[in-house]
């Protein structure tokens, strides 16, 4: 890969974790080098945590790459879907990496979306108290917000993500070839959370990436409310333009979470990292009463925007153009699915086990305009506005 072609986002955390986002069309290709300059010069075992289809596809390249470089490279698969993201695939992982010899100097790769990175990371951070792991996310959803700020977690009966650890990687290596390998649906989940960080910190984020959207190529893969639109193929300046959209989401989130790494629940402005949980309340809901099997988790997050959104109009906080931008967004990210047939009353208890709570009460991220959040205690918000703010979100 020619170096003009990397984007280099610097995460800023402290001396000791400040780690690299390595971006750009072939990227993977570094992922030997990458590891070599960012592990401890003693490492000498990898262990890459992937699922079957993502290794299919990519697996034999970065075992290759990581032996190259001097690694005894190992690899462990997990289920695919959000269902697997649990302590028992987590005590699975930790038994392997226990059995391959993995030492305090040695290191886990996470391959694969949100998913894999999540659990991938949380095993990472629980393994002899703490070992290194990197980033390599192959989903436009992983790439642009769960690898980059150290989040790492499993799901319970309870909830999403009850149980986790913050643990920042050594890198990020994100390669935009492995975009043209997601089908549609990665893709509009990625593009919801993409939508998602411009809503609520930049205007300017927010309109790069509604402009791109509408260009209805493969990469985008735009469609309106009614039909798939046919998409063009991807030309070398989208492949570029793509690159750098990407870059500009990293760096966005980056600057969040250098700012308040382990989202400090005092904190409350708009540079909190929880105003990155824009429509997720809502979101981890829808999830949760589906048993994650209806939802990507970028869809879900589409219609949490919406709902949170909707609240902020009957609350007075954001005008009804401002609203009708983001529902014009998310509808270029792609059709969700269908969600009106879902019972209320089981979203709204979901919302209680919400793991973003204060004080009992849910801490909602709501928006004054596009590009500027606020946070809004739950005790604030009457049960009606919420239920009628949810209906109209579900019937998008």
């Known amino acids: ?51 079957r289809k993502v290794f299919n596809l990519m697996g034999a390249r970065v075992m290759k790459d990581l032996r190259a470089a001097g690694f005894a490279a190992t690899y462990w698969l ?6 697997h993201k649990s302590l028992l695939t987590a005590e699975r992982a930790l038994d392997f990496l226990t059995k391959s010899g993995i030492e305090r100097s040695d290191a ?16 990472a951070a629980v393994y002899l108290r703490g070992i290194a792991y990197i980033q390599v996310p192959t989903t436009l959803l992983a790439q642009i917000d769960s690898s980059v700020g150290g989040k790492t977690a ?14 920042q990687p050594r890198a990020v290596v994100v390669d935009t070839e492995t975009l043209r390998t997601l089908p549609p649906r990665e ?3 990625g593009w919801c959370e993409a939508i998602k960080q411009g809503a609520v910190g930049s205007r300017r984020l927010f309109e790069e990436t ?21 998409p063009a193929a991807a030309s070398a300046d ?17 600057k969040i979470v250098v700012g308040d790494e382990r989202e400090s629940v005092e904190r409350l402005n708009h540079r909190s990292r929880r105003i990155l ?50 529902r014009a967004a998310v509808s270029l990210a792609g059709r969700l699915p269908r969600a009106n047939d879902l019972d209320e009353s089981a979203i709204l208890t979901a919302l209680s086990s919400d793991k973003k709570a204060v004080s009992g009460h849910v801490q909602w991220v709501l928006l004054e305009r596009i590009g500027r959040a606020r946070i809004v205690n739950g005790g604030e918000i009457s049960p009606r506005i919420v239920r009628s703010s949810l209906r109209a979100a579900l019937a998008a």
């Open 108 to 123: 886990v790769v996470a391959l694969g979306g949100g998913v894999v990175g999540d659990l991938a990371g949380f095993v």
């Open 78 to 83: 997990m289920g695919d879907g959000e269902r």
């Open 154 to 167: 499993v799901n319970t009966d309870a909830g999403k993500n009850l149980i986790g650890a913050f643990h």
């Open 187 to 189: 893709l509009t989940a």
């Open 238 to 254: 989208e492949v570029v333009t793509m690159a750098k959209l990407i870059a500009a989401q990293c760096a966005f989130k980056a």
């Open 210 to 230: 509604r402009r791109f959207l509408a260009r209805g190529t493969s990469l985008s893969r735009a469609r309106s409310r009614n039909k798939l639109l046919e």
């Open 277 to 326: 949980n824009f429509g997720h309340t809502i979101a981890h809901a829808l999830e949760s009463v589906t048993r994650y099997k209806r939802f990507r988790h970028g869809e879900a997050v589409g219609y949490g925007m919406l709902a949170a959104g909707e609240i902020s109009v009957r609350l007075g906080l954001l005008g009804a153009s401002e609203l009708e931008s983001l």
């Open 1 to 51: 890969m020619l170096e003009s072609k990397v984007h280099r986002v610097r995460v800023r955390l402290s001396a000791r974790d400040d780690y690299h986002i390595e971006i750009g069309p072939g990227a993977l290709e570094t992922l030997g080098a990458v590891a070599r300059r960012s592990l401890s010069p003693y490492a000498r075992r990898v262990a890459v945590i992937s699922n």
